[in-house]
């Protein structure tokens, strides 16, 4: 028993000094690797190379021929070390800024063999419409976040390698991405994963299926519509939750007690209404002494009428800042919807955006 318990502690202790050895070589494998592939050294490539190593120095071999508790603890201790240097080694690589890419690649001459793609701030990560919203932590955490990319693919591509990294590693649902053709980003929103329709209906209201005989095109969920059934009833401003256009059924959210109305009725015609169905909406805003209250996007009208747009042109403006503020995680910060609108009147009216510009923030 004795000598048993000895060859466990003595196997043990080998395995910690063999495994010490692998576990600095496999982090440094695994940093390289990382590095420049942007991509994880797998585990088993690790353990492969760490026993490998045990077996070089002459141990795997000796261990195999005589078996022992010993030899099966060393064996252990060292895979243990290995996979902890295979993790330890990807986490510092994510770490370390990568601009020695490009500096190898201008010493070589030509086009830069990787290039960057640099997320934006968390102000301008959008959310998608009509689908749950990602944590304002998580966008934190994405915030200029940078991405290694092979400069040989096509912009469709690298698009598409950007969008693969934030779903599998950071567990997003969706992503919309646009680049320029530098591989600048121009735009990107991101949702959270699916939870489902019943996590999407508010207490005392259920989701009803309706057959429709015409739909407008490009009907999509959380539009705002109002429905005329084949009985002449009309369901006013109801909030659309799914479309199958090829079976010509739509999704309704409503109050239970309309279910026995609706029920066995057909929809002669559906007809979308506008994104702001109150003419003076109101968003949550954080002053800048942060106090947070409700802010009316009638103030914006009111500052644009001062100077000098009114009209179609401000219903546009408005229309457009209401659906780039309905995509941010409220609360908004009064200077953020200002910084919008200027935007947006830039656009149209660079004059007027000018004097806007030198306004003070909204009373």
């Known amino acids: ?3 048993l318990i000895l060859d466990a502690l003595s196997g043990l202790l080998k395995g910690i000094i063999s495994g010490t050895v692998a576990f600095f070589a496999v982090m440094l494998l695994s940093i390289v690797y990382r590095y420049f592939t942007n991509e994880k050294l797998s585990s088993f490539i690790g353990i492969a190379f760490g026993l490998g190593y045990l077996g070089f120095s002459g141990g795997l071999l000796s261990i195999l021929e005589t078996p022992t508790i010993g030899g099966v603890l060393q ?7 290995v996979v902890w240097g295979v993790n330890t080694g990807d986490k510092i690589a994510e770490k370390i800024p990568k601009k020695g890419i490009s500096l190898f690649g201008s010493l070589r001459g030509g086009k830069p063999a990787y290039i960057t793609v640099k997320l934006p701030n968390a102000r301008l990560i959008y959310d998608i419409a009509s689908k749950p919203r990602v944590s304002a932590s998580l966008k934190a955490e994405l915030s200029e976040r940078e991405f290694i990319i092979p400069s040989d693919l096509p912009t469709a591509d690298i698009a598409n390698r950007v969008k693969r990294r934030l779903i599998t590693d950071w567990g997003v649902g969706d992503v919309e991405l646009e680049l320029d053709q530098d591989a600048k980003v121009i735009h990107l929103a991101v949702s959270a994963k699916e939870q489902g329709l019943s996590a999407l209906i508010p207490e005392g209201k259920v989701a009803i299926p309706i057959e429709c005989a015409v739909l407008p095109s490009n009907l999509a969920s959380g539009d705002a519509i109002t429905i005329f ?3 002449n009833e009309v369901l006013e401003k109801v909030e659309l939750k799914g479309v199958d256009e090829a079976k010509k059924v739509i ?4 109050e239970s007690n309309m279910l026995e109305k609706i029920r066995g009725k057909t929809a002669s015609l559906v007809v979308a209404l ?3 169905i109150s003419p003076h ?5 954080q002053q800048e002494t942060g106090v947070i209250e409700e802010f009316q996007i009638s103030k914006i ?3 644009l009428k001062k100077v000098g747009v009114t009209g179609d042109l401000a ?8 659906a780039k503020l309905g995509k941010m995680e409220p609360p908004v910060s009064t200077r953020l919807i200002k910084a919008v609108v200027v935007e947006e009147l830039e656009k149209e009216n660079p004059e007027a955006a000018k004097k806007l510009k030198t306004r003070r923030l909204w009373k």
């Open 274 to 276: 506008p994104s702001a």
């Open 301 to 303: 009208v009111n500052s």
């Open 281 to 285: 909406p109101s968003i949550s805003v």
């Open 229 to 231: 059934l084949d009985n």
């Open 75 to 81: 064996i252990v201790a060292v895979t243990i070390f």
């Open 251 to 254: 999704t309704i959210v409503a």
């Open 1 to 3: 028993m004795y000598e």
């Open 315 to 322: 219903n546009n403006i408005v229309m457009k800042v209401q």
